[in-house]
């Protein structure tokens, strides 16, 4: 009984696990995003019209 168990708390770490790796590129994405617009936004401030 206790090795079924044991088995059920690791499938759900590895799930969490999983997520949590899905979250960490999604934000690494949106902080490169960020970057880029940042450097668009000074760029336009840049600009004469």
């Known amino acids: ?3 079924n168990y ?3 708390i690791y499938n759900q770490f590895m799930e ?4 949590l790796d ?3 590129k999604a934000c ?3 902080k490169e995003h960020k ?3 940042d ?3 000074a760029w336009i ?5």
Not at 45 to 49: A, H, L, S
Request: aromatic residues 8%; hydrophobic residues 50%; contains cysteine.
């Open 28 to 30: 690494a994405v949106k």
């Open 22 to 24: 899905a979250t960490e």
């Open 16 to 19: 969490v696990m999983g997520c």
């Open 45 to 49: 401030d840049g600009m004469i019209f």
């Open 35 to 37: 970057e880029d617009v």
């Open 1 to 3: 009984m206790g090795s």
């Open 6 to 8: 044991e088995m059920c």
């Open 39 to 41: 450097w668009l936004n």
